[in-house]
């Protein structure tokens, strides 16, 4: 189509208002070449709406006729954009707009039903090169309809929403914001509408809005639409007062503050929020309670700090214990600020209790039972014990809480590695202490453990010195000087009223000539090494007394070196140890005897044959060894009980004393067997004929409390040197007659013959057992109780091999042990005993039971064995035992055989957890000087010398000396043997720790051990 503009040659219609530019346009067309013809021919109706629309105030246009002729007035020219001036007169179809598609359809609408038809929020892209903006429209299609009633057009009327939509988005987007920032911040935050009396006061308010912080913060949830009051009805008045006059007021305020409800210090800030009428408070507010607990912690270490800092300086000023623990109370109270303090120290020296510190300690002997069991626990395991509640821990047993308002509870070691008592604080009430409080007490305890050390050691320093003053002047016999070169130089007054020396006389070296002849080249041997050396000289010798008799003397004396590293004198003094010495030897002498028949024992037996043997060896003479072993006496002890048993055996004695010649030797072996050394026989059959009297005069009847009893012995005898010339190898020959000669008829001898090592005899048959019960598991462990003498408590268990033969009659381990030791066998019968005491043990633990320490005996042939501890090792690490629960019993005679080498042994054990007993203590050779150098934790005093309390006094003197042993070598003391209350009554009375014998408990089978002696609980 033509451009319908032309160049104003159409008239001016005089109904056309002058419609501005558009309108100027309109009257420009050449209306004729458009679809709506010329103007004269346009309908009224079209006139009309032509002439409504140029002259509207508002963006309006026409599509008019069955194509839709646009005409529109200069308010709708921003809408068409750069599509203006061109659309005037065409199609909307042609006029090239992208939103005819969204336009058209819904013109046919309006023109096909006459109905007017919205649409909103258009978005108008006006196309222009200048930049504007996008316009939102609302518009409003109208049917036109002509003088015939038919619809001609559609009136296009629009509205521009773009400032309001604009700002509504706008406000949107602000909202979304708020709202962002409202879900996401950290603070909490509130809209609270407040509520008051009739007089003007906040009573409450209610939440109108809270983000999801204000519950974190709070822990209070679901609080919109609800009142403070019905929330939490104890809320403190304060924060209606202060949220109150910020609604009244408007005037914000910010400020710190506690939240009582929950224990919370609160950072905040309110504002009136709203119109004033709405009485609206908006509170932001964020959690300071760790800025604030932190500060106030920082405060108060400041002032910890400089307390401790006092308290430390006072310590070290203290001029004496009892000064020192009174300093280290006061300052325990300013730290921690607890009800009370307490102070013990297990030396047994100071015991205290602070009953408010600030007005001194109050010292005391004995505390509490519950502060000592606490105190014990925590030097027990070098741990400080932080016990909130001590009714609710359980480290507190029941039986001393009887009475107690303590509570809470810190007591902390005082000392080193190896604590000396404990400093604690308590309080009335239950009391968590903080790691700063348990700090300081820890510092403060460790400073008072170190001053209180060096105060103790200038205490020993004095009442050593005391001691050594006390000693020269009162037990030294004789005090003495030498030069740098050891010689006498100075007149000894105290050496000559001893020896009767004049100073002419024992001067230079001749003080050498009051020593014994027998000691004197090691004595002077011994000086002249330790002045050339420069080390104390130490010594025991015999000094001829004034009146003539030689007494025993300790010679002690050291070098005194000047200023210059050189030594200027010896100080020397002499101690008389005659009595020790005397008291040593009756010691020795008891110890080489029975203590039951007096009969020599199984060392000096041994000692005495090496000796015979040699001499034999010498002169050509020949001899005879007879084992002794009495039938029957078992039953006679269980029937009659230890004390008739033991009386049977000394009458056993008495005849065989009778039936020998004067040159013959009588021992005990132990138990039941005796052995009789037969020196310088012309003949054998004097052996023979020796035995048969011991037959026939042993197997008479003996009259034993009024009842007649009988046993027979059964003696097997070897020959020397027909059999062998050593010991052990004459006892294992008389031992296997002895067996052959019970074998055949009970109340026998038989002679050793070399047949017996390959027959089917007793040992071979025992060895063939064990072998048996080893592959098979048939050994059984038995377990006797050790008490503490004290307490009465179960203290551990001695765990006792069983082996049964095969009538069933259970064997004895003095008939079973030497064949396993001799075959080989007591490696594994002894792993196969330490498996099994660790698997009781850990049994008794599952069962809830409480399962004590387990001693086991170890032989002195498994305990030479090259891998005894790697295999002892391995067995805990299998069986999972605690190896502090289980104790080695090793022999003195073990021990000593060479101690250098069991000591490393030992050590070796006691670096595994295991806990070491020297058994059988008193009967071998130890040396004190070896035996301070063991690593032991016990002494077991053998039974020999415990049955002979009640009848000899040697036995006593033993039993006191190993006693006071023990307890100066700081090792525990056990009694084995224990069979009457006498007996038990006196180890009780001289502090014997431990016991055991039938007296207190017999060996029994593991179920019917833990019936009797293990309870359920926790072990304490």
Known sequence: MDDPLSDGRTPLPEWLPPGGETGALVRRIDWGRTALGPVAQWPGSLKTVVALVLGAGFPAALLWGSDLVQLYNDGFRPLLGVRHPEALGRTARDSGTAAWQVHEPLCRQVMADGDAVMLSEQVIDPSSSDGARPLYVTNCYSPVRCEDGSIGGVLVTVINDTPRILARRRQEASEARYRALFESIDEGFCILEMIFDGHAEAVDYRFIEVNPAFGQH?????????????????????????????????????????????????????????????????????????????????????????????????????????????ELLRAAQRLVGADGITVELDNGRFRCIGRGAMN?????????????????????????????????????????????????????????????????????EPHRSDDEEVAVLEVLASAAGTALARQLASDRLRQSEERFRVLVEETAQAVWEGDAAGALVVHSPSWSAYTGQTFEEMAGFGWLDAIHPDDRARVEREWRAAVAGRRVFDTELRLRHYLGEWRWANVRAAPLVGADGEVEKWVGMNIDITDRKEAEQRAHEAALHDSLTALPNRRLIFEYAEHLLAAAGRKHSQGAFLFIDLNRFKPVNDLYGHEAGDRLLQEVACRLKAGVRKEDIIGRLGGDEFIVLLPYLEQTQEAMNIAQYIVESVSQPFMIRDAEVSVSPSIGISLFPQHGMTVDGLIRAADLAMYQAKHCSRGAYCVYEPNLEHRDDVSTSVEGRLKQALAKNTFALHYQPVIDLRTGAVRGAEALLRFAGEDCEALGPGLFIPVAESSGLIGAIGEWVTAEACRQHIAWAAEGLEPVPIAINVSPVQFRQRRFVQRLADILRDGGMNPASLLLEITESAVMDNADDAAGILAAVRALGVKVVLDGFGTGCSSLAHLGSLPLDKLKIDRSFVEGIGQDSTSRAVVEAVIALGRTLGLEVVAEGIESGDVLAYLEAHGCDQGQGYFLGRPLPRDEFARQFLGHGSQS
């Open 360 to 428: 001194g300690a109050v010292w005391e002997r004995s505390h509490h039972p519950l502060i000592a069991s606490v105190a014990e626990w925590t030097v027990r395991h070098c741990r400080t014990a932080v016990i909130v509640d001590v009714r609710d821990d359980d480290r507190v047993s029941a039986d001393v809480l009887e009475g107690v308002s303590k509570r809470g509870l810190v007591m902390v070691p005082v000392g080193g590695a190896i604590p000396t008592g404990a400093v604690g604080a308590y309080w009335l």
């Open 218 to 326: 709070t822990g209070l949830v679901d609080v919109v639409g609800r009142r403070m009051r019905e929330l939490v009805p104890e809320h403190e008045s304060f924060w209606y007062q202060i949220y109150g006059e910020v609604a009244l007021t408007g005037e914000p305020v910010r400020f710190q503050r506690r939240a009582a409800m929950l224990d919370r210090w609160f950072d905040v800030y309110a504002f009136r929020y709203g119109k004033p009428d709405e009485r609206q408070v908006a509170v932001v507010f964020s959690d300071i309670t760790d800025e604030v607990r932190t500060e106030a912690a920082l405060l108060a270490g400041h002032v910890r700090f400089r307390r401790l800092s006092e308290g430390l300086e006072r310590l070290s000023r203290a001029d004496s214990s009892a000064e020192l623990l009174d």
